[in-house]
């Protein structure tokens, strides 16, 4: 076999170890904690944070990739962007499942009064509805079906950024608009996020006007 081709092979087989083992870590962290009772006094709420919060975690390390890939020429990164994005789904998943059927057991006039006294849960619902058409349609198959719609389909995981962000800095004790109380890592991905769409904006530029040139030439 072309050395080449076995090189990239076990670049792969790497990247994926990797980040089936970092993505999987919060989550047998979190199953030891609750086995072991360390979830402090109110252990499904506690539940509900830390899943939101890898879930954000690994939204804004999927959007990374792309100018990892771009900056460090590492191409082969670019394949881990599905398992990423399916991971960040998986935990969406499970943090909504937390509050709405462990903790609320689907009681839905509760959950309603809920929704209604915490309005930054619609901006969680809204990143869960773009996030979970995406996780369905990552696969070849629909890659092949949509043809161009695909990209552009999975172009609003950056509005699931922005929804998941909004929902975050709204979540938590403070205020996110004056800095006051716990907004110090709602803003860092707020930052991150901004910078990453940014950067999208200003690479997705550069093509088209590169595009452009050799066409005209
Ligand atoms: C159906 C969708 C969703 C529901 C019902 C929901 C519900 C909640 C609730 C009830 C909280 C507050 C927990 C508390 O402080 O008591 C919360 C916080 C949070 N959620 Fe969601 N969420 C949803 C989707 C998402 C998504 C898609 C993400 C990220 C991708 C996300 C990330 C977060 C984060 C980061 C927090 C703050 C955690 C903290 O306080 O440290 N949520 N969510």
């Known amino acids: 076999m072309n050395p080449n081709l076995i090189r990239r092979k076990r670049i792969l087989r790497a990247q994926a170890f990797l ?3 970092a993505a999987l870590f919060p989550a047998i962290l979190l199953l030891a904690d ?3 009772g ?3 006094v109110n252990p499904i709420q506690q539940a509900v944070q830390r899943t939101g919060r890898i879930a954000i975690s690994l939204l804004v390390a999927t959007l990374t990739v792309r100018p990892l890939a771009q900056i460090g020429r590492w191409q082969a990164l670019l394949a881990q962007r ?3 994005g399916l991971y960040t789904f998986g935990y969406a998943l499970l943090h909504a499942i937390l509050f709405l059927v462990v ?5 839905l006039s509760l959950i309603l009064r809920e929704f209604i006294e915490k309005p930054y849960l619609w901006f969680g619902v809204g990143a869960f509805a773009i996030l979970l058409p995406l996780a369905i349609t990552s696969f070849r198959y629909w890659m092949r079906k949509l ?3 695909w990209k552009r389909l999975h172009r609003l995981l950056y509005l699931a950024a922005i929804f998941a962000v909004l929902h975050y800095g709204w979540a938590v004790k403070g205020d996110f608009l004056t800095l006051r109380g716990e907004v110090l890592r709602p803003w860092l991905y707020a930052l991150s996020v901004a910078f990453l769409l940014a950067w999208r904006l200003w690479t997705t530029l550069l093509q088209r006007r590169q595009k452009l040139r050799r066409s005209a030439s």
């Not at 903790?103 to 009681?107: I, K, N, T």
């Open 103 to 107: 903790d609320y057991r689907l009681a």
């Open 19 to 21: 980040i089936h083992s």
């Open 34 to 36: 609750g086995l072991l």
């Open 38 to 40: 360390n979830l402090s």
């Open 82 to 84: 599905r398992t990423l």
């Open 147 to 149: 043809g161009k719609n």
